[in-house]
């Protein structure tokens, strides 16, 4: 009789104990609002866990790249929005300098402002980022991974934006034409300039309709690493949201929970208690 009362008190002591802990793991789960501490926890969703782990891993990478190729992106916008407003003043410029009523006096003023659009111009196509890329590169722009299958560019080469333009004459630069509305404002003879200038109007609106061509290009580039940022995004919250799902505390269902075990414990605890109050004479008889 003493034996068998002493394994039932030594099980309910065990019990009791065991409530003990899931009460703490259940308190440290809400304290720390993971339910998953170690892999044994619950193996299926830890190894779930992890992939998505990894997986987070790269989008911040990606993310990274994206945003870093949005910001060059964004530099060459406003390189190229410099370019055509250079055209738009050249033309100005070579407009006014095929009259005949302007001075020569005038004419070398604009000479004069017109090497400097051109001088600016040489600048913005040789510019560098702050950490000292090349904006326009001279050979095929870097792609940046923006996911496991993505590649995309955020400029285009220096060539492509600045040479191969087809004039009436022939391919040359955009450098070139602003050279040919030098020369045409500097010919004294009155019809030859207007000559020469109206030739070097040709090639200048050429000149603005491919820039204005290469802006729309930089355009869609930017419009595609929006895009990926959105997917990139997209894809963050998906996984966040599972993640949370499998690996995070439900603090309503665990406080229920808590709370139970706790009423639990408490009552094991007193009728344990009261039990044990009883002497050895009490058992026996």
Do not use: C
């Amino acid at each position: 009789m003493i034996t068998a009362t002493r394994y039932r008190a030594m099980a309910e002591i065990n019990r009791q104990a065991k409530l003990s802990t899931a009460i703490a793991r259940a308190e440290s789960d809400i304290s720390t609002g993971k339910r998953i501490q170690v892999a044994s926890d619950d193996p299926i969703a830890a190894a779930r866990v992890s992939v998505i782990r990894a997986a987070q891993a790269d989008q911040a990478v990606w993310a990274r790249n994206v945003q870093t190729a949005k910001s060059i992106a964004g530099q060459v916008d406003t390189a190229l929005s410099n370019v055509s407003d250079i055209f738009n003043r050249v033309k100005e410029l070579t407009l006014a300098g095929a009259s005949e009523s302007v001075s020569s006096s005038d004419r070398a003023a604009m000479v004069q402002e017109l090497n400097s659009l051109r001088t600016a111009l040489t600048n913005i196509s040789t510019s560098t980022t702050p950490t000292g890329q090349s904006l326009f590169p001279t050979d095929a722009p870097l792609l940046v991974s923006t996911s496991a299958t993505q590649r995309l560019p955020a400029t285009a080469q220096r060539s492509t934006v600045f040479d191969g333009i087809a004039y009436a004459h022939g391919t040359a630069s955009l450098d070139w034409v602003i050279g040919s509305a030098v020369d045409a404002i500097s010919t004294d003879d009155v019809a030859a300039r207007r000559t020469a200038a109206d030739t070097a109007l040709s090639d200048i609106d050429k000149a603005v309709s491919h820039v204005t061509t290469q802006h729309a290009a930089q355009g869609l580039r930017a419009a595609q690493l929006d895009s990926a940022a959105e997917s990139l995004e997209s894809a963050s919250i998906q996984l966040s949201e599972e993640r949370s799902t499998l690996e995070d505390t439900d603090v309503a269902s665990t406080v229920m929970s808590l709370n139970a075990k706790t009423l639990s414990l408490q009552a094991a605890q007193m009728a344990f208690a009261k039990v044990n109050r009883n002497t050895l004479f009490d058992l026996l008889s």
